[in-house]
T-cell receptor, first 111, second 115 residues
Framework: GQQVMQIPQYQHVQEGEDFTTYCNSS?????IQWYKQRPGGHPVFLIQ?????EVKKQKRLTFQFGEAKKNSSLHITATQTTDVGTYFC???????????FGKGTKLSVKP | NAGVTQTPKFQVLKTGQSMTLQCAQD?????MSWYRQDPGMGLRLIHY???????DQGEVPNGYNVSRSTTEDFPLRLLSAAPSQTSVYFC??????????????FGNGTRLTVT
């Protein structure tokens, strides 16, 4: 079945450094969503990308969808301690379009 | 507006016991789903429903049953709990399936331990 591979699994950064997580699929995706889960919390929707080559920004967060719609990235500029958590990508799978999640990238930020 | 409400927050079961995890949403969402989250495994889909009276299996359905008698409620039943079902369970809902670009709204989760 379809899988979305997400790397890295863990990332430790110093506050102020940049952070990037990548999501890859072997098949073309109709769209991709990104979620953030704070420690002890539940996943919270961040954004959805639909168009080939699409780039969206939310303050210090930049989301990109590849030209072939098989990969996506989330880049955080100048990380802050509030960015700590696990970031998941998710893509529709099957006839009903259920979301299949990547395994996530856990970000820790050292003050 | 409560969103997606899950109960209980924590539960400890002995092997072989059964229980029901409750999930309710007040957003009139057609689509509801259950995921389990295990360390290093991400979120895996257990069962889902695209509307009242309709349910189907996800990636890891074995050992679980669901029903959807109303739009609001989507309970998850563990028939005979096993230690492998120790996990954090999340219920999620959306206006429609993601093919029409609807984000998932998650409940706060139920942390289940089976001894």
């Amino acid at each position: 079945g379809q899988q979305v591979m997400q790397i890295p699994q863990y990332q430790h950064v110093q506050e102020g450094e940049d952070f990037t997580t990548y999501c890859n699929s072997s098949t073309t995706l109709s769209n991709i969503q990104w979620y953030k889960q704070r420690p002890g919390g539940h996943p919270v929707f961040l954004i959805q990308l639909v168009k080939s080559g699409e780039v969206k920004k939310q303050k210090r967060l930049t989301f990109q969808f590849g030209e072939a719609k098989k990969n996506s990235s989330l880049h955080i500029t100048a990380t802050q301690t509030t960015d700590v958590g696990t970031y998941f990508c998710a893509a529709p799978w099957g006839s009903q379009g259920n979301l299949i999640f990547g395994k996530g990238t856990k970000l820790s930020v050292k003050p | 507006n409560a969103g997606v409400t899950q109960t209980p927050k924590f539960q400890v079961l002995k092997t072989g016991q059964s229980m029901t995890l409750q999930c309710a949403q007040d957003m009139n969402h057609e689509y509801m789903s259950w995921y389990r989250q295990d360390p290093g495994m991400g979120l895996r889909l257990i069962h889902y429903s695209v509307g009242a009276g309709i349910t189907d299996q996800g990636e890891v359905p074995n050992g679980y049953n669901v029903s959807r008698s109303t739009t609001e409620d989507f309970p998850l039943r563990l028939l005979s709990a096993a230690p492998s079902q120790t996990s954090v369970y999340f219920c999620a809902s959306s206006y429609a399936t993601v093919r029409v670009n609807s984000p998932l709204h998650f409940g706060n989760g139920t942390r289940l331990t089976v001894t």
